[in-house]
């Protein structure tokens, strides 16, 4: 069974890329899934982040990015999704090297296409016409995922900010919603506004039993009274709320981890995470259990780690 999460949030710079980045190589290294990531950020950075330079703009010259992949859609080229697959992203060496399957693949996004991702909303609503667009381009992506069952646990959307159709058909092809945000009053509004407009009301996500919604707190400082209220709070409950009791740091050592070393170079995960390399196993623990908790694979087991 393969799941389908949508890492979403409408507003923007609460570190999305970052949390998809982490997710796919925790799942990945330490619960052996093979993961397939799609990058809607106009902005490319989560590309950046697992693609050197020159793989990308060398994807985006032979048109193998995400809102090309769109665009053949409405062209009627059902069927070519694994064309526009980038296999083996991932710089970490274990990932890069192993025999069992565990994997990052990668539908990327050119940061140079901004105009691309307004042409391609443009084209969808006039596409559509009197339809939803989001609603339709999720019914013609959906037999193309479903052909990739057999081959990936986990297929991950990192969503754009904002609503446009491309995430919100993401959202609706998703039975998992992660949401990251930061631990500050305009933020946590944000996002309960994200929670209950956009995902409750317009998605129909509340009270739907196959369809989860977690919050993930993201730049966490240990050392901000506020910010340890905040996550105290959540860690005790929020009525309707559930939270993934691991935040993502604010440390420099996931800032290093996030800048690419160049075209072909590898390194060790504990290289490339140094001190955060515990939290990010704790995290992928934690959205592992979230994302299904009564069937964890069986066929490939955890990495250990070299000291």
Known sequence: ??????????????????????????LALFHGRRVLVFDLDQQGMLSRMMMSQSALDA???ERRTAMEL??????????????????????????RNARDGRRVDLVPSHPQSLNEYRLTDEALLTHFGAQRPDQELARVMQPDLQRLAGYYDVIMFDCAAGVSPTSLAALRLSTVVISPTMLERNSINAL??????????????KGVAAQQVFVLM???????????????????????????????????AIQRAVLHPGEGATRLAQ??????????????SAINGAIEPSRPPQSRSAVRLRS
């Open 1 to 26: 069974m393969t799941i389908i999460v949508a890492i979403a949030n409408h507003k923007g710079g609460v570190g999305k890329s970052t949390s998809s980045m982490m997710i796919a190589e925790g």
């Open 59 to 61: 994807a985006a010259r």
């Open 70 to 95: 769109v665009r053949g859609y409405l062209s009627g080229r059902q069927g070519a999704l694994p064309y526009y697959i980038a296999p083996h992203v991932s710089d970490i060496a274990e990932l």
């Open 192 to 205: 309960v506004d994200f929670l209950r407009i956009i995902l409750e009301s317009d998605l129909g996500f």
């Open 218 to 252: 993201t730049m966490f400082m240990r050392s901000n009274p506020a910010q340890q209220l905040l996550l105290d709070k959540i860690q005790r409950g929020i009525p309707g709320l559930n939270a993934i009791p691991t935040p993502i740091s604010h440390s420099t």
């Open 271 to 284: 290289e490339k995470y140094g001190s955060a390399i515990g939290e990010l196993q704790q995290l992928a």
